[in-house]
Each structure stands twice: as C-alpha cells, then as structure tokens.
C-alpha cells in the first residue's frame, strides 16, 4: 500500500521527518517496502516564463521559444506543443535532467537545425497525469526559477506491507491511527457532516438485498445534476499518483480516494443505464457480465451481484460492471456503498481468478460500522468537485453491529509478550486505539477490528504500540553439555534414503502439496480426497494423494524445456481423510524415471529409455537403504489403475504389508497429464516398512565366515508365467542355514524348452560353519533344493 506524507499528514498532525515515520512503522508492525522521493525524479526541472514564441524556420508544428528561467540569460527552446505561446508560465527540462515517463536524459541539441536548450514539459512526461496535449500551464502568480518539486509540493511516497490481520490499516486513516497510538503525533478524525437530501426528496430507485447472507447491508443514494466532464481537484489526483492509481474522472477518482483514505470501497452507477429496483441477490447459473477490466465472466448462484430488472452491473465487492459505469455524459448517478460476506468475496475471486482492490479490502473485512459515514464523506467529495443535489438514502439490511468483549489479564503482556509494560500504558495504548477498556479490564474491540479474537490479541496490539524493538532476544534453555542428537528416527531413514538416492543419480524435487482436483482423483484409488475450503488458487484445492503427479509435472516442465531424460525423486507426505474425517499424512518417496536413460551414442547407438526392471531396481535399492528386509519381499501384482498392468508390480511384506509399488505408468495416466511415454513411477511407502528391533549403541562386531563358501548351479524347467522371484525364494527357503544366497543368472525359452515352460537357471550360494561340507550334506541340501522348488511346479532338467 502506498501514500504520500502529505496524504499522512491530512489525518496526523506530527513533525516527525520520513526516516522517523518509517522506523516508527517498522516498530509498530507494518513493514516498509521502500520510500519514493518524486522530488528526486524532479531534479533539473523548474518553474519558467515564456518571454518570446516565434515559428521554427524549417519546420510547420515547431516554435522557437525564448525562456526566462530566473537566473541567468534566457534561454532558447525549441517546442511543438499547441499552447506555447509567450507570456505563459511552465515547466522546463534543464540539459541533464531525466524524463520521468521515460527515461531521456535531456541535452543541449539541434533540432531541425536551431539549438534547443531542454524542453518544456507536459503533464504525462512528468507522470503527473495522462494530459499530454499540450504543455503545463502554471498560474501567474507561479515564482519563475523556483525547482517545479519545491512548487508542485512533491511529498515522498512510503509504500508498506499491510499483514492480511490488519485491514482497518489498508487506507490512510488507519496507519495515521496506529502511529498516533505510537506516539508520533495527534490523530486527526475526520469531521463527517450528514448529507441529507437538498431538496430532491426521497430516492427514485428502490435498494434492496435479497442475500441478506453476502451482503447484510446494502445503502445507497442518488445525486442529480452532476457534471463529470471536468478532471477531480489537483490534490486529489496528486494524492491517488502517489498510492499508484491513474486519475480517471472526477467520479470514479472520488470512489477511489474513499478507499485509499479511509479503506472502504464504493461504488458509482450511471442512473440512466439502470432500469427498475437495483438489489442485491445471489447470481443465476450461467449468468454472464462484463466487468470494468473489458473481461466477461460467468458467474454461479454461489456469487452475490448488484443487478438491475435487465442486468448484472457488479460483481459485488470485487469488480463493477462495464455497462453502467460513469462517463463524461452522466449527469445523474446512483451511489452504493455496501457491507458484503468476507468469506463470499474471497471464494467469487478465487473462482473467478479476479483480483482488485476492493476485493482485497472485503475479503479481509472492512469496517460494518463505517457506511454512513463512508456515503456521507463520499457525497461531500461529488457534490464538492462535480456538484449536484443528493436525494435522501436508503438503507436496505443491517450490517453487522455486535461488537467482540474480550477479558483481558494485563500481566499477560509480560508471560506472552516478553516484556514488562504498566498496566497505565496498556490501557492508553487500548484506548488510543479505539478499544474500550472497563475497570476490569473487560475490552470491547471496534468493528473494524475483525483480528481480534481472544486476549493474545490484544497482547500483540499492547506490544507492537510498545514497540517490538523493546522485546530482548533471549536464548532458549538448554542441557549443558554434549548437546543430544533431536532428530526423530522418521528424519534420519529420510536423511539416508536422500543420500541413498542422490547417490544413484536421481534429483531431488520439491512439488506442491496442493493438485487440481482432477489430477488427485486420478490417483486417489478410491480414498477420500482432502480438498481444501479456501486454497490459494482452484488450481491448487486438493491435497495429493501421490506424490508421482508433482513429479510427473516436473518432468514434463524438463521435457518441454529440451532435456532428454529425468530423474526426479521426493520425500514428503501425501494426504487423505481418516474415517473419523480427520486428516492423515503419510510419509512417502516418489521417484519418476522419464525420457533417455542412456542418450545415443557410438558405443550403444540409440537412445535407450527406462523400463519396469529400472524401476525395480530402484525401489529395491532404496528400500534396502531404508531398512527394509528385502531379502523377504514378495513381488505381487495390482500396483493400481494409474499403473500399466503387465508392466507393473509391488512389493510386499506377507499379502497384505504393500512397502512399494513400481513400473510403468499406464497410457491413459500419461494422456491425463499431457506427458509422453513410457515413464516409469516408484512409490515407497515408509510408514509400511517395520521398525528396527531394539539393538544397543554399538553396532555388532564384524566377523568373516572362516571357511571359504561354495556355489551350486540348478537349471529347472518351470510353467512359462511362473515368478522367477517366486522360485528363488523357494530355494533360499529349502535350507535357511546352510543357504545364504540365491540368485537367478539365464532363463531361456527355445529348442530343447517343452511348450508351456521356461528354463531358469538358478544360482546357489552355501556356507559352511564350523566345517567343511561333505558331499553326502551337499547331495542332501541340493534335494532339499530340488524338492522346495518342486512346489512351485519345478523339476531339475536333466
């Protein structure tokens, strides 16, 4: 939010310098973004009298202008403006200066062959306007060679952070009000004069609200006999540049002044575009409306509009209508200003995707308390600058009027806050403020403090008026000695496996949290979505129920912008609703294998991409870094629908325990998130892998077999849709002592191989203890092998 010093000043009679202020609001909790000088952007400007106006030799639309600059001799100009002519007063760009609008440093030059000694300037090219017909004219009695920033009054502009809890301070009067609490001066409250009709009688147009719930309190009032074809006052305009906002019209700059001044927006219908009663209601499905921006929106009947018997004129709170804006023809206008649901407004914007200032300021509550002064103060400003005669108001609904009571214990400025304040100075600081305090300390807070719900509240107000530099940084308490290890076992297996898989060349990502709702429900699998009430965008409503559609995205980011392969994994937690419609998180890594796994090259020749068995791999290799028992995983189907069935697994712990899921993502996954394939996905589910057993500090000591281990090759035919995996857990299982390794190294299907079945070849690695092996307990161990692998369908080829 910006204003100017001068702006400040109309509501805070101070002396305090603009380093003073600004220190003032960094104290008190509104942080200063910057502060803008314009007088700096004026420097090399100055008040100048045209003495002579004579026509450029060479040139039709060109005048050579003699110009007393106040010092000096004067000097020669070359200009085209319309209205220079001698005897006129305006302003001159000295050789050095800058032009503010776009950035031309001015020099002594020749133009069409006379010399030019600067250049007199218009309203736009010092981006005090938009008036660019011509050059300023400044009145008679404007001093000539006094600087145009000491004449024009330049004041700097502060621009602050206003917090989203402090929407009384999002006009002038606000801020005025809390540095006036500070200490930094007297608080100078407006003097609002009621503004009753003059003569015109009760209002021509019926108001009403029929959303008594999006808008409790609906006023408004009509002005006859405006005129709106003259600019709004000089100290008007100067005020709403320096908050940022371009002059429009004597009425629109008169609406927005009250809600850059005062926090409160308003708004202004041209009468004559209006037809019958003008109400507040919910919108109808489909309903459509042009707003002021030249955009068209569809609305729903979830959304509250301003409409007349014909049309919809405003979005209520958030953007008017096109339609039945003032123009330079109005001469009769209908006012409105309004107090609409803070909960309302904020939904209509985020489905809309419309942003204003007048969204920004209802969504966060404006002061209900506020509308008659707000239309009275509105009404003076018209009738002042465009004249007019208003008609009595009416007043549709009842804004709210409860005002919150909070028991407040002074001492708990001193346990919450950190600092020791007198009771004496916390009720000042309240009362300054606008609360009221009662002999025990009952407070009654204003209804424009919608912040405000409990006593730790009204601490926050008690210590930052105090000042937060006044709060002493104290260390927090800790075990002297070795400090302890703070890390939950959770953090340290998520520590490792980043290791773990930084080590085998995956990225880390870090996705959003927060997925369109279609993207979740594709992989939800049939759980409850937990879909956010107020997101920040509807892009971003429900939590992820997998982290593999942020890393898809990721991917997809990677491949549009020329990278041939990625290699993304996440730690985090995906999201559902419990039974009892509780959230619950579960810790989780993804990982998404995309594009070229090796690039081409003269060694491989193509490119090769990922497949289910990298996949595999890499979740084998994590779990294991996870602590996982990967020697006893089984390897199972139904990975889910998002993944490609024949090309897609889990791995579980027993039928039931699934620890991850891996493979290839199914086509229709992939034509869901506009990404090309194939692409491989890995979901590892860390709160499925069972904790460690107890073990004491020190790791167990290392000691090597002392005889040498020995392998024994098996060749089985098996049935051709048998696991492998399946098959060698039945042999490690044949003799769990002797047996310490079992691994598959040649499946073959061919000639020699009956129809139906499959050769696999499996490796045996046994390890003798105290002795040797003898050949009878070799034979008996290798038919224990042949007879587990029996049980899968197996027999020994011979």
């Not at 959304?303 to 209508?321: C, L, R």
């Not at 719900?453 to 000042?467: S, T, W």
């Not at 509807?538 to 939590?543: H, L, N, T, W, Y």
């Not at 598959?744 to 203890?769: N, R, Y």
């Amino acid at each position: 939010m910006k204003f100017s010093l001068e702006w400040l000043k109309y509501f805070l009679d101070t002396d305090a310098g603009v380093a003073d202020i600004a220190a003032a609001l960094n104290r008190i909790g509104h942080e200063v973004e910057g502060i803008e000088d314009p007088a700096d952007r004026l420097a090399g400007f100055r008040v100048a009298k045209v003495l002579t106006a004579d026509k450029h030799p060479d040139a039709d639309k060109l005048q050579v202008l003699t110009v007393d600059t106040g010092e000096g001799d004067p000097l020669q100009v070359v200009c085209g403006a319309p209205n220079a002519r001698a005897g006129m007063k305006g302003v001159l760009g000295l050789p050095g200066a800058v032009v503010p609008a776009n950035g031309m440093e001015l020099r002594k030059s020749a133009i069409r062959g006379v010399e030019s000694n600067g250049m007199m300037c218009s309203v736009r090219e010092l981006e005090l306007g938009e008036e660019h017909d011509g050059i300023i004219e400044l009145p008679e009695d404007a001093p000539v060679g006094q600087t145009f920033a000491d004449y024009h009054d330049a004041s700097p502009v502060f621009d602050v952070a206003i917090t989203p809890n402090r929407p009384d301070c999002m006009g002038v009067q606000g801020i005025a009000r809390d540095l006036a609490a500070a200490g930094l001066g007297t608080f100078k409250p407006v003097e609002v004069t009621a503004m009753e009709g003059e003569g015109e009688g009760a209002c021509p147009v019926e108001i009403r609200t029929d959303d008594p719930e999006g808008c409790p309190a609906f006023y408004g009032r009509v002005i006859r006999g405006v005129d709106n074809t003259k600019p709004s006052p000089e100290w008007m305009q100067r005020r709403l540049i320096a908050a940022g906002q371009r002059p429009i019209s004597a009425l629109v700059d008169a609406t927005n002044y009250l809600m850059l001044a005062f926090g409160r927006p308003a708004h202004v219908y041209d009468l004559a575009k209006l037809s019958g009663p003008v109400v507040a209601r919910r919108a109808k499905n489909g309903e459509r409306v042009e707003a002021l921006n030249e955009k068209t929106y569809t609305l729903d009947d979830t959304m509250t509009v301003i409409a007349d018997d014909n049309d919809v004129h405003d979005i209520a709170g958030i953007m008017g209508g096109e339609h039945s804006g003032a123009t330079a023809a109005t001469t009769d206008v209908l006012l409105e200003i309004a107090y609409f649901d803070p909960e309302r407004i904020g939904v209509t914007g985020r489905k809309l995707g419309l942003a204003s200032d007048a969204r920004t300021r209802f969504e966060r509550g404006v002061d209900p308390a506020f509308l008659d002064d707000g239309l009275a103060i509105l009404t003076s400003l018209i009738l002042k600058t465009c004249g007019g005669k208003p008609t009595e108001i009416v007043r549709a609904g009842t804004p709210p009027t409860d005002a919150r009571a909070v028991a407040f214990d002074p001492r708990l400025t001193s346990r919450l806050g950190g600092v020791d304040v007198a009771q004496d100075e916390q009720r000042a600081i309240l009362e300054a403020l606008d609360f009221q305090v009662g002999d025990d300390w009952q407070v009654t807070c204003p209804l424009r403090r919608h912040d405000i719900e409990g006593p730790a509240d009204l601490v926050e107000e008690v210590v930052r008026i105090h000042g937060l530099d006044h709060v002493e940084s104290v260390a927090l308490p800790r075990v002297e000695g070795v400090a302890r290890p703070t890390a939950s076992p959770l953090q340290k297996q998520e520590r490792k496996l980043r290791r773990a898989a930084a080590a085998r060349g995956l990225n880390e990502a870090v996705t959003w949290s927060f997925l369109p709702t279609a993207d979740a429900e594709h992989f939800a699998d049939g759980a409850q979505l937990w879909v956010l009430d107020n997101p920040i965008s509807e892009d971003m409503k429900a939590m992820r129920p997998s982290l593999v559609p942020g890393l898809l995205s990721a991917a997809k980011r990677n491949a549009d912008r020329g990278a041939d392969g990625s290699r993304l994994f996440e730690i985090g937690r995906r999201y559902f609703r419990g039974k009892d419609g509780a959230s619950d998180e579960k810790p989780t890594l993804g990982v998404v294998l995309a594009g070229n796994k090796t690039s081409r090259g003269w060694a491989n020749g193509k490119a090769q991409g990922f497949d289910a068995y990298d996949a595999k791999g890499e979740a084998v290799a994590l779990l294991e870094a996870a602590g996982a028992p990967v020697a006893n995983l089984m390897v199972m189907g139904e990975a889910g629908d998002q993944f490609h069935p024949g090309q897609s697994a889990t791995l579980r712990l027993g039928p039931k325990n699934v620890l991850a899921r891996f493979g290839a993502l199914h086509p229709k996954t992939l034509k869901a998130f506009d990404v090309d394939g194939p692409v491989m996905a890995v979901e590892i589910f860390l709160d499925s892998i069972p904790a460690k057993k107890g073990a004491g500090f020190a790791r167990a000591h290392y000691a090597p077999p002392a005889l040498q281990s020995l392998t024994r090759d098996f060749a089985f035919l098996v049935p051709a849709d048998l696991a492998a995996g399946d098959l060698v857990k039945a042999v490690r299982g044949a003799d769990k002592k002797a047996i310490v390794s079992a691994r598959v190294f040649d499946v073959f299907e061919g000639q020699g191989v009956p129809e139906g079945k499959k050769s696999v070849a499996v490796e045996v690695t046994l390890q003798p203890g105290e002795k040797s092996f003898t050949d009878a307990e070799i034979k008996a161990i290798s038919d224990k092998v042949v007879a587990s692998a029996g049980k899968q369908g197996a027999e020994l080829r011979g």
